[in-house]
């Protein structure tokens, strides 16, 4: 493929992807110019890479594995991490909630699934986090053990078996967490 090729395959990832990317960052470092950054070097990243796809499906999830491994950069020295892990994807596609609500949850700006966060989670503890709590689980579309067993699945594929998880409680106040 030609630079130029390259360069606008690039230039159309950029256009559909760039908020979803943005977002997605944000919601992990949660400040706007890291978020930035991340999605800058994510696309650069796609632009070295020049990886060829199966579909969109997995260019979206290549981006945003690449993004939750730019963001567990930026947050390289943290122990202790608390992390959305808001909804499990098929749970929320075949619930209950009107198709807007559905769209928006699993849109550019919307929360993370328990797949985003375990993806983020990994990242983040080979980075050297030790303590990682699961928080705003969706009461509808998602269970305190549905977020621990995608997120410790994926932890012990990747020899992150010893980080501790927990997860939130909804209504009441969290055990203490020493920082």
Known sequence: MSDAAVCAGAEEVLERYAATVFAAAYAMVKNKEDAEDIAQEVFISYVKAKPAFESAEHEKAWLLRVGARCAADVLRGVSTL??????????????????????RILGRSGHLSNDDAAQFAVAAAKNGVKDVLLAHLSHENN?????????????????????ALAVAPRSEPSPIHIL
């Open 82 to 103: 608390v992390l959305e892990s808001n909804h499990d994807v098929e749970t929320l596609r075949s619930g209950a909630y009107p198709y807007y609500l559905k769209e």
């Open 143 to 163: 269970t305190p053990a549905m977020a621990l067993n995608t997120v410790r699945q994926a932890l012990n594929r990747n020899g992150c078996a010893s980080v």
